[in-house]
């Protein structure tokens, strides 16, 4: 028997959010500001919370307790072991152990809590988000930003309606030598860059994540219903959960949105552009046979407009064959330009020159997420935006969502970056492609309605 759905529980005693049966409905929560309170922490402390207690957000965790002025109040997650797990390694850093829940609201309704960090799967990155900043708190959300384009959207209207400082976790921004990889590119030291190239590369054949049986329950300890969310009810099977969750389209993106976001990202970064024109994708499950719906092979090809002219941008990704490009790297970014070429990856970069055109020139490894969360902490308190804010995030993680659609509809498909809508080459508008761009929600888990240009309540 499927674990017994819990909705009850995750509407409140009071069942107040029950009311939403439409695919998108408002979904007040009782912490919602009315005052023009969008301000700094009031004192140098800076209150935290941790939402999702996994892989990521111990790791995060981690980094925002070697802050001195970060106290960590409350850390929530549906598996209580991971929370346990997160609330002792407070108490070793801190001497005081922090508080525990299942239900992210309980963390918004928290007063001190100046601001949370949002490290649940994908699937759950938007509701809570989204709830956040209506509840007065800054973010620091975890990477992809989204599940799906209407999603991302929601969460930048919410933190400009809200005023909330955002930070998005693609830490390679914050990285020195990306930020040096990506001068050369606009200083002209690559010459004319008329394609760029990113890849991830693995080797998982022959039964990749094999295939486990479904069960009736899940562990115990684990609120499955709520770990579900907006998803559709299924189900326990321990490869649709912690980790690999990631490999199923109900839950993620596949590798493109887990990996390529980042590697896009920096090409955003780079050449100084935000969304492509086009969009074809190859690709499917043909190396590895396991459970997963995602695609193990996968070719997209971007095609760009920058300030310096148009471009390609092609992303190659492979999980039954594991060797790299110009060198063993299972990842890497390559910018291609007429006088040289520039390799990238998270351990350093390196610049190959076209004959005598340019310099070679070389660059180690650079810290990434460290500086990322003292950027956020520094903006908490500036109140500017952070180096990966929400709409940075957003259009990084859009790229992603329309590579999988793409492929989805078999077809070169064409973005309306202003509308954020998908049309054909004539710019008539795709029906079939643009119902890709959001998801149908599980009733009482539907995304809020957030309208930016709407007064606030
Ligand atoms: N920035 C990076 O380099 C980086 C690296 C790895 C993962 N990530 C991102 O971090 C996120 C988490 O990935 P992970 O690998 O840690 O996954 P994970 O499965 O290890 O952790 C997710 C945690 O969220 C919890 N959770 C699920 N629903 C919840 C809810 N409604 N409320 C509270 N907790 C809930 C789960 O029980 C689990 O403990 C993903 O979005 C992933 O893409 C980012």
Redesign the pocket.
């Known amino acids: 028997m499927a674990a017994e759905p819990n909705r009850r529980d995750f509407l409140g005693a009071s069942g107040r959010l029950a009311a939403g049966s439409a695919a998108i409905a408002t979904f007040p929560h009782p912490a919602v500001r009315t005052g023009d309170d969008a301000k700094a922490p009031a004192n140098d402390k800076v209150t935290l919370a941790l939402?999702?207690?996994?892989?990521?957000?111990r790791?995060d965790l981690a980094d925002f307790l070697r802050a001195p002025e970060v106290q960590i109040a409350a850390v929530?997650?549906?598996?209580d072991s991971?929370s346990a797990a997160a609330a002792e390694s407070v108490e070793r850093a801190r001497g005081k152990k922090p508080s525990t829940t299942?239900d992210?609201r309980a963390v918004l309704d928290e007063k001190s809590i100046d601001a949370v960090i949002v490290?649940?799967?994908?699937h759950?990155?938007a509701i809570?988000f989204i709830h956040a900043c209506l509840a007065g708190k800054d973010v620091y959300c975890?990477?992809?930003v989204s599940h799906n384009v209407r999603e991302g959207r929601a969460m930048v209207n919410a933190a400009r309606r809200e005023k909330r400082v955002s930070q998005i976790?693609?830490?390679q921004r914050s990285g020195e030598h990306f930020q040096k990889a990506a001068r050369l590119v606009q200083d002209g030291k690559l010459g004319r860059v008329s394609l760029t190239r990113t890849w991830n590369f693995s080797n998982e054949a022959p039964d990749g994540l094999g295939k486990p049986a479904d069960e009736d329950h899940a562990p115990a300890g684990?609120d499955y219903d709520?770990?579900l969310?907006p998803a559709p009810l299924r189900k326990f099977n321990r490869m649709r959960?912690?980790?690999s969750?990631?490999w199923f389209f109900d839950y993620?993106a596949g590798m493109i949105g887990?990996w390529n976001v980042?590697l896009q990202d920096i090409v955003h970064m780079a050449m100084g552009v935000t969304a492509p024109r086009s969009v074809s994708a190859s690709g499917g499950k043909f190396a590895i046979d396991d459970l997963r719906d995602t695609p193990d092979t996968l070719l997209v090809s971007y095609e760009f407009d920058s300030p310096s002219g148009p471009f390609v941008q092609m992303y190659e990704m492979r999980k039954g064959n594991g060797r790299g490009i110009g060198g063993d790297a299972g990842h890497g970014i390559q910018f291609h330009g007429t006088d040289a070429t520039l390799y990238l990856d998270r351990g350093g970069f390196q610049v190959y020159p076209e004959g005598a055109r340019t310099a070679e020139i070389k660059s180690g490894s650079s810290d990434q997420h460290w500086p990322h969360v003292q950027n956020f902490l520094a903006c908490l308190k500036s109140r500017a935006r952070c180096t990966s804010d929400i709409e940075i995030g957003h259009t990084s993680t859009v790229v992603c969502h329309l590579g999988n659609i793409a492929l989805k509809v078999g077809r070169k498909i064409y973005w309306d970056a202003a509308n954020e809508r998908i049309t054909d080459k004539s710019g008539r508008v795709d029906d079939e492609a643009n119902v890709l761009l959001g998801r149908e929600y599980r009733r009482g888990f539907e995304l809020p309605n957030v309208d930016a240009t709407a007064p606030k309540n």
């Open positions: 939402i999702g207690c996994g892989g990521m957000g790791y929530c997650d549906v598996d991971h299942r992210y490290a649940t799967p994908d759950w990155h809570p975890e990477k992809p976790g693609t830490q684990v709520r770990w969310g959960f912690h980790g969750f990631r993620a887990d980042h």
